[in-house]
Nanobody, 121 residues
Framework: QVQLVESGGGLVQAGDSLRLACVAS????????MAWFRQAPGKEREFVAA???????RYTDSVKGRFTVSRDNAKNTVYLQMNNLEPEDTAIYYC???????????????WGQGTQVTVSA
């Protein structure tokens, strides 16, 4: 069983930066595609960014140029560097792991508990 634990959320002002981290338990991390999703109050959980096991990345349009996803396979960790944050980025951010990277939630077998990111205007 794989467990994912996110950290790094918080309350920041518009224009600030945050770095989220997601640590995976178990020895299969290097085989997983890893992704970040987010869910704002009253909205569906949406795809943010993903990194394949070989480092290919994918982003949703609203975060391109501001967010960077990366992974350190030696540390079983995937990161989401978020720069120039906007109030619209306020959400719970979830880490997810699966066999491939995809913008579809159902492609991922493992999910973390989420970390809150709040951006004030």
């Amino acid at each position: 069983q794989v467990q994912l634990v996110e950290s790094g959320g918080g309350l920041v002002q518009a224009g600030d930066s945050l770095r989220l981290a997601c640590v995976a338990s178990g020895s299969y991390f290097t085989y997983f595609g890893m992704a970040w999703f987010r869910q704002a109050p009253g909205k569906e959980r949406e795809f943010v960014a993903a990194a394949s096991r070989i480092g290919t990345t994918r982003y949703t349009d609203s975060v391109k140029g501001r967010f960077t996803v990366s992974r350190d396979n030696a540390k079983n960790t995937v990161y989401l560097q978020m720069n120039n944050l906007e109030p619209e980025d306020t959400a719970i951010y979830y880490c997810a792991g699966g066999n491939v990277i995809s913008e579809t939630k159902s492609a991922y077998n493992y999910w973390g508990q989420g970390t809150q990111v709040t951006v004030s205007a």
